[in-house]
């Protein structure tokens, strides 16, 4: 069957339309990722574990002066935290400080070497620059208030046409004390940074790039890697998008063209099942469905942390009994079609069994509408997935492109775009290959409809 | 005509029915009282709601009552988790927020993805319909959520923060842009609207439907160009290029009106979602509207509304591919006399 | 019947030459065509599925889709003294369903299913006369009475699924008909209909045909349509042009082996009414066109085939009166002196 595909005359013209070949490569590429995390090149663990400050940004984003402030003040506390620590346990006696200074990591990101003496002067370099770098923030803080405060006075009785002058030679004299701060800031900047990078270095050769990898793309409002979630949702997008589509193009096909095939009862069956299902909006009955999985023993079975791989038994159930309907119907008009050609007519004359027919001639005369059908209900699926996250009734419990954008939301409206950003472009390479490809797949059936 | 319309709905009783035993046995694969109480539910507790919703007597005999109430619409249920309604109040409250949205971006991008589409299929395969199609498969290959959360940021978030001299929309929220009368039909108040404050409208309205049809875009245009193109491989559109009829007579007199039979059908299966309303966008706009109550319902282990929303849902689902079928006969007159 | 009746050809065509962008590149599915169509006469245009008849005759009308058709440098569609292959869409438009009617295979799909056979008619006159609604209305009830539809008063009003298939091709007909069109170009109008209404739908046009002194340019496969209503006829085959004759000689002196094989395939006289309508079988197959024989196109199928055939393509040539043909050894060969006589 699959051959046959492979060698008809669409499968063809399709394996010439470059785009869609670049298309399927770039799926290719998905799934192996998919297959890598499976075998536990991003596990769970790295999901959540801290990597740095929370809602760190990723690497197109510059960093303003408000959010270096903040960023290093997240270093110089964390680093305070731990050597003071350090401190009370070197002051016992017998006590050591170094274990206290292991303890602390940031993924691969750890404590200098050294002993606890060697790190203390730069420790109180640093956080003398972090105090004096305080102070100057502070009176910066105060100097825009004052200059923005000049500005809308200024805005004002220049709206009434009066005389200005004197506001603006202050406006002048504040920018000026501000532009002399400026410099001395950075440099404080730089003293703290270099003090923090001595305290904590960039991990170097392989760890460095694992731990540049993993902050990329920043990391979320707990501190965790995004990048690593995204790539790990590849894996669950993978699960959902091919479990269902291939249970729902099962179904969907199987009662297709045996409804179409053998007519009767069976199809007067097979049609009212299909129009009860779409009589109901899709989304309500997903929901529904997802609400009927939340029975407290199936719930139960299915959140079991001992078994992750069936927490996601109810979303396939769900998707899988919702999706079919549509791939049955296409197959029921195609195999109607097919039912009529002369060859069908032929080996039904010869005397074959019907189900021999059914199995041998017309399923596999399916076989485009099947691969079209999966590449839709995997897009549909994973899109489904994202929305049914959102409401509640999704992905739980494990990180997903759904679970990502859902989190993300609050950080938008913080400017913070990277949780949402990351989850979409990931998603939306996927979906986009794969709507490539099933228009592609289409076309070359349906030459006509170009 | 008539006898169309009968036919139609006799054959649709069998499939409600079938809903409406599908959407009750779901809900209770899982013991809903027993989900709505918790665990720390007294025996007592459970033993009173499970009596008040009938839940203890044999599935048949809650089927036929249930089908009873929605003959006669009734559904005075108290709601379980909001105190003091009944489940009809709920349902008459929701369905003006929903509409508000829903009406207005359903009409708006049927017809621009109309226009869309012709400008597609007139210049079909030249670089500007080829252009049209890329972007409708790039919107479409980009979450739902997404457009809602970036509708939000840039449409109402932003200029907020910014404060910009254009804020007209709210970042979210409802206020009632109409005040409603009701008209009491059978025993059931359906409302209408009365005096309005269209500023309403825009603040909290607008942003929410211009969104959903961003969105419908790509879906919409594509579908109603492979309508076109379907459309325009057929022989009476060779006919009538022989006729000496130009390129634009062809499509929108010869084409359009063989199109809208397929597009007709499509803007009516929208149709319920006119009721549900667009879930997500209620949700994210925290608009009180029906697809929002549902949710929130689902969430709370809501039983007694749920089970009256999904049935009503359905109700009106089936009446709308009803007035579909009556609408195509009066479309295609091959269907009219048959 | 003579070759040319009147002499005065309303319609040249020249080195038509119509090719297709497709996925596979450029085909080539009409090859240098020329012919003329005579004010009066019926061409009949035969060969086998695929040759490429359908092609030339919208190449003429221009109704191939614009951006996927290219039609050769050389080629010339020479209507009332200009080329209309060059014409902008305008001029075409002016000239289709006025001057060029064409009616097509399937009358079942050939008619828009939304609107009633009378505003369909009345479309027609609408673009190219100036008459009013009314006298239009009466315009298209004649035109249904004059191809022999009953109650055409009442028939106005009714959709195409409404009417026969017979019927249907009568509305067509009328529909290229009632602007009074010097040609007539008629693309297998009886192949889907049944025996007995094709014989009525070919009298009727041959009727038309002496009552409005239309040119047909009539496109099929069937050679006894042929036989019965064409004066004379071109043969294709591949693309190309093979041969031209009149009706007589064609029958009777083919000097293709193409159209000689053609010939033979149909079952003798006598058996007429039982005669399969399906076109004529030929040992082999039409070779494909995107995979041309490098020598003639018939070679592979020709029973006569030389080497000669293998290497060079024939030229359309004369080897005898006025009988261009387009093979290197051509049958029933007759002399000038003997076809003087
Ligand atoms: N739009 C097109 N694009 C590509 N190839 C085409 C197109 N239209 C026609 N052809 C090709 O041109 C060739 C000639 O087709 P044409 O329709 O003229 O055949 P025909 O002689 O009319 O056959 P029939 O008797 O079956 O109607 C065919 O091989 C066909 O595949
Ligand atoms: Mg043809």
Redesign the pocket.
Known sequence: MIVKLIKSRGMRRFSRNRLAMFSLAVIIVYFLTAIAVMLGAVSRDDTKERVGPNRLPGFLEPIGAEKRYDFDKWWVSELTNVFERAARENARAGGDPRAVLDEFALAERTIADGSYEDLKPAFDAMTEAWHELDDVFAEQLDLDDEAFAIRDEIKELQAEGEDVADLQAELEEVEALLAELAPRAEALYQQVEANIEKLLPMPSGFAGLVYSLRTMLGTDSKGASIAAQAVYSIKIAFQVGFVTALVAVLIGTISGAAAAYFGGWVDHAVLWVVSTLSSIPYLVLLAVFVYAFQAPALAEWFNNPERPALALVPLYAAFGLTFWIGTCRVVRGEVLKIKELEYVQAATALGFGRFYILLRHIIPNTAHLMFINFSLLFIGAIKSEVILTFLGLGVKGQPSWGIMISHGADGVTNFFFWEVGAATVFMFVLVLAFNIVSDALQDAFDPKHV | MWSYIVRKLVYNVPVYLGIILLTMAALRVRDPVAGYLGKNATQEQIDRLTQDMGLDRPFYEQYGKFLWQIVRLDFSEESWAQRGRTVKQILIDAIPPSMSITVPSVVASAFIALVVSLISAYFRGRLIDRTLVFFAVLGMSISYLVYIIFGQFFGAFLPLHQQWEFTPFAIQGYEAWTSWSHLSVLGLNIPYPNGIKFENWIEYCMLPVIIGVIVAMGYDTRFYRAVMVEESNKDYIVTAMAKGASKPKIMFVHMLKNAMIPIITRIMATLPFLITGSILLEMYFNIPGMGRELITALIANDFPVIQAFVSVLALLFILSIILTDVLYALVDPRVRLS | MTNAPDAKPVLQVRHLTTS???DDGI?T??DDVSFDVFAGETLGVV??????????S?SIMRL??EH??IYGEQSEVIFEGKNIIRANEREMRKIRGDKIAMIF?EPMTSLNPVFTVGWQLDEALKYHTNLSRKQRREKAIEMLRLVEIPNPERRIHEYPHQLSGGMRQRVMIAMALCCEPDILIA??PTTALDVTIQAQILDLMNGLKEKLHTAIML?T?DLGVVAQVCDRVMV?YA?RAIEFGSVREIFHEPQHPYTNALLESIPKRGSRRSRSRR?PTIPGIVP??RNLPKGCRFNDRCPACQQRCIDEEPELINHSLDRPVRCHFPLNQKTQTESAH
């Open positions: 297709f962008r497709t085909v599915a009409v060969g086998e599925s695929g040759c490429g008849k359908t092609v030339t919208k191939l889709p996927l058709t295979q693309d297998e496109i496969h294709m693309g076109l494909s066109l």
